[in-house]
């Protein structure tokens, strides 16, 4: 069975860094895009940033672009996200899920992980 797993997560001050990992099962994903979203209290997920497993292309959202770094450890099946100048706003829960190909919707990604809390203090 196909599972992503999230940790890395939880309660630093503002202007602080947390790195968020995601573990994947096998290599299932070696051809797949890789996502992170978020989701605070009361509002949508949304896109955060993705990679293209296989080739390292990668894309953000503007909110993030310039603080957040995307990237993935082939070795470990593992993709990373690395956020720094963290701000109240980003608290949220962060997701990873794969998706066929490098895409911002969130109807493509199939399969997703349970969450990770982040919360960023004032």
């Known amino acids: 069975q196909v599972q992503l797993v999230e940790s890395g997560g939880g309660l630093v001050q503002a202007g602080g860094s947390l790195r968020l990992s995601c573990a994947t099962s096998?290599?299932?994903?070696?051809?797949?895009?890789m996502g992170w979203f978020r989701q605070a209290p009361g509002k949508e997920r949304n896109f955060v940033a993705a990679?293209?497993?296989?080739?390292?292309?990668?894309s953000y959202a503007d909110s993030v672009k310039g603080r957040f770094t995307i990237s993935r450890d082939n070795a470990k099946n593992t993709v990373y996200l690395q956020m720094n100048s963290l701000k109240p706003e980003d608290t949220a829960v962060y997701y990873c899920?794969?998706?066929?190909?490098?895409?911002?919707?969130?109807?493509?990604?199939?399969?997703w992980g349970q969450g990770t809390q982040v919360t960023v203090s004032s």
């Open positions: 899920a794969a998706a066929p190909a490098l895409t911002k919707e969130i109807q493509e990604y199939h399969y």
């Open positions: 990679i293209r497993w296989n080739i390292g292309i990668t």
């Open positions: 096998e290599r299932t994903f070696s051809s797949y895009a």
